[in-house]
């Protein structure tokens, strides 16, 4: 039968590993596989109201193109927006 000690220097280097894969894990962005989002993904993604969204596309603080009656939003617009600050919601 083997045995094995584990050190507490085993631990720590354990602990910092698995500590650098949990922050690059959250770290990482999350882009949608999808350049177009649909006005329902992008009310989930900003966790705003029909009547925000609408807000925002009626007020020119956020770009759209309309197909038919679907609204479709450039992600790269939705970050710009976020980034820009929380004017937008204003």
């Known amino acids: 039968m083997s045995v094995e000690l584990i050190t507490k220097d085993d631990l720590q280097h354990f602990r910092l590993v698995l ?25 989930k993604l900003l966790k705003v109201s029909h009547g925000t969204l609408q807000n925002l596309r009626t007020s020119g603080r956020l770009y759209y193109s309309k197909i038919g009656g679907t609204y479709y939003y450039r992600y790269k617009e939705i970050m710009k927006m976020l980034e820009s600050g929380v004017e937008a919601y204003r």
């Open 19 to 43: 500590l650098n894969d949990i922050k690059e894990l959250l770290a990482a962005k999350t882009e949608p596989s999808k350049e177009w989002l649909k006005g329902t993904e992008v009310r």
